[in-house]
């Protein structure tokens, strides 16, 4: 479950049929699509920020233009490691962008409800402290960093919480008992 799927879901969910001017990747463009958002850069309900690589002034100017004419704001994550163009819009409108994605606890449980699984029953495995882990913690989940992204071993200390475990990589994931 994406942080794609999870926008388009969420934004469907708020205002169906509403409309989009959207500075992200492919994937969130086709799951706004899929949702039945459309595209807008003229007047459009809501701005979204997504991950991707097509950041430019030109879609940021646009992109703060059409926050101050009333759209509303949308960050898919806010642990983007490109950069944060959602501080920058946000502190050119004013306007505090609401972050569809993990940490949000909204992401994680409709993600448990997709799969039919029960927090009590699930993990959350990560590579980032101030989003992974603070959604496993919020969401009922256990929690397993791995330092093999951003989080390193030197930066757990600087957090008031604590994954339950801590490994070195996806790969060090213990198989299931009995396995």
């Known amino acids: 479950y994406t942080s794609a799927l999870a926008t388009a879901r969420f934004i469907s969910s708020q205002a169906p049929g509403c409309s ?3 500075i992200g ?88 409800r997709i799969l039919g699984v029960h927090s009590e029953d699930a993990a959350m495995i990560g590579d980032r402290m101030d989003t992974d882990m603070v959604a496993g913690i919020e969401t009922g989940l256990d929690t397993v960093l791995v330092l093999s992204g951003v989080t390193g071993r030197h930066d757990i200390s600087k957090f008031p919480y604590r994954p339950r475990l801590v490994l070195n990589g996806v790969g060090d994931i213990p198989g299931p008992v009995g396995a």
Request: proline share 4%.
């Open 25 to 112: 990747g492919a994937g969130l463009i086709m799951a706004l699509h899929d949702a039945g958002i459309t595209m807008n850069d003229v007047d459009p309900d809501y701005v979204i920020i997504g991950e991707g690589n097509n950041y430019n002034y030109e879609n940021i100017v646009k992109a703060v233009q059409l926050v101050l004419k009333g759209a509303r704001l949308i960050g898919t994550n806010s642990d983007l490691t490109g950069p944060s163009e959602e501080g920058l819009i946000e502190m050119a409108t004013g306007q505090t962008a609401y972050f569809v994605a993990k940490p949000n606890p909204l992401m994680m449980r409709t993600g448990l």
């Open 20 to 22: 989009a001017y959207v």
